[in-house]
């Protein structure tokens, strides 16, 4: 393969990316969960759906609410940005209240 065929071929593999989102970032989790599931008391889990918590949206309440770390902290523990850490913030707690207000089981993904 010439250079110059190197390059077309670089430059196909990049047009036909394109819309492909970004790769997410490694960040930092220090807490696993041992108990990955919660469900309302009561009501047989066939009848349930379900709401999926990422660690990482889990480690973002433990350090905000659990912790009392203020925002800047709390990124700078998972080692992202503040607006990154708001957003998964944000996830955590619309899903949590989602599970809570319509009565929903909440598996904890790893």
Not at 32 to 54: H, S
Not at 61 to 89: G, H, V, Y
Request: hydrophobic share 40%; with cysteine.
């Amino acid at each position: 393969m010439s250079v110059y065929e190197f390059f077309v071929f670089i430059r196909d593999c990049v047009i036909i990316n394109e819309n492909m989102p970004r790769p997410r970032l490694c960040r930092r989790v220090r807490f696993n969960p041992q108990i990955t599931y919660f469900k309302p008391q009561g009501v047989p889990l066939r009848f349930l759906d379900e709401v999926e918590l990422t660690t990482e949206e889990l480690e973002a309440l433990r350090l905000k609410n659990i912790k009392n770390l203020d925002q800047i902290t709390c990124a700078q523990e998972m080692k992202t940005s503040q607006s990154t850490f708001q957003r998964i913030l944000s996830s955590a707690y619309q899903k949590i209240s989602q599970a809570l207000i319509n009565g929903k089981a909440i598996k904890i993904v790893k």
